[in-house]
């Protein structure tokens, strides 16, 4: 059984006992966290509508904040001298799911 969630404006294919790496949440870790699936499928069965999914829940355990990689930018303007470094380094939560259930 897997599950679409959606979560800070982006979509995610999950599974029980996966860890996930979603927008950051502003939760502590350790909490447990509820997401609003977009789409269950459980073997032959997929549900979609949103009178199917009112009962269904994705549940999730906060692991920690993770970081991704650094990446590293550089404005030019050519023949006045304007140069600009910036980085930037996108933070995470990570979260586990703990269960699906269709309700």
């Known amino acids: 059984m897997y599950a679409i969630i959606a979560s800070g404006g982006k979509q995610e294919k999950v599974a029980k006992g996966q860890q996930v790496q979603v927008e950051l949440l502003g939760v502590a870790t350790g909490s447990e966290v509820s997401f609003t699936p977009v789409m269950l499928v459980d073997g032959e069965n997929v549900l979609a509508t949103p009178a199917q999914l009112a009962k269904a829940s994705v549940k999730g ?43």
């Open 61 to 103: 355990k906060v692991l920690g904040e993770v970081a991704d990689k650094k990446i590293d930018g550089f404005m030019y303007k050519r023949r006045t001298n304007q140069r600009r470094r910036f980085g930037h380094r996108q933070r995470y939560s990570l979260v586990e799911i703990t269960s699906i259930a269709k309700g």
